[in-house]
């Protein structure tokens, strides 16, 4: 199933390293689909970065700006990206 709707990514509280949860389902939303919403490439959202999750049953679209904001160097999330 596909959510057409936009959720809020979450920072995971008390991981090492910077991890994003979907704000629909949860799961871990994978820095190799974080991207930076510039242009018309990516979705029609009010949001300077998105994620999308890979989740089987989500696929929700996530405004990861909130939850960015919220980790002390933003940049280091896509330095580490796998």
């Known amino acids: 199933m596909t959510d057409n709707n936009h959720y809020t990514a979450i ?3 008390g991981s090492a390293v910077p991890t994003l949860l979907c704000g629909h ?6 820095r190799a689909r974080i991207f ?8 029609a959202i009010e949001c300077n970065t998105i994620g999308l999750c890979s989740a089987d049953d989500c696929g929700a679209v996530n405004c990861c700006d909130e939850a960015l904001a ?3 160097n933003p940049e280091r999330l896509f330095d580490i990206a796998s």
């Open 70 to 72: 919220q980790v002390e």
């Open 11 to 13: 920072l995971a509280q």
């Open 25 to 30: 389902c949860h799961s871990i939303l994978s």
């Open 36 to 43: 930076r919403n510039q242009g018309d490439t990516h979705q």
